[in-house]
């Protein structure tokens, strides 16, 4: 079992930066992918920012060149680092690891609790 906890939501203003952390816990190895959705009122959860534990990542186009992905194996924390937020950036975030060795090729999915981000002036 996997358990995620983000942090450093908040609100900030047009143009601002934050840093979210998702810090893991309990049983991670074998092969697995982590990254940061996001789900804006209205709107269906979805895919901010990916990284592999090799430390590839991939990016939503509307978030390329202002947000980054990262992680810190030794604290086993991911973390998304936000520039020049705009308004449509407001959404509730939510950390995911993604399991992808289990028998039978099934994957498994975990989910922080996620940390609200608010973009407003």
């Known amino acids: 079992q996997i358990q995620l906890v983000e942090s450093g939501g908040g609100l900030v203003q047009p143009g601002g930066s934050l840093r979210l952390s998702c810090a893991a816990s309990?049983?991670?190895?074998?092969?697995?992918?982590r990254a940061w959705h996001r789900q804006r009122p209205g709107a269906q959860r979805e895919l901010v920012a990916l990284i592999a534990r090799n430390g590839n990542t991939n990016y939503a186009d509307s978030v390329k060149g202002r947000f980054t992905i990262s992680r810190d194996n030794t604290k086993d924390t991911m973390y998304l680092q936000m520039n020049s937020l705009k308004l449509e950036d407001t959404a509730m975030y939510y950390c995911?690891?993604?399991?992808?060795?289990?028998?039978?090729?099934?994957?498994?999915?975990?989910w922080g609790q996620g940390t609200q981000v608010t973009v407003s002036s």
């Open positions: 995911n690891h993604r399991q992808l060795d289990l028998p039978g090729g099934q994957t498994r999915d975990y």
């Open positions: 309990g049983s991670t190895s074998g092969l697995y992918v």
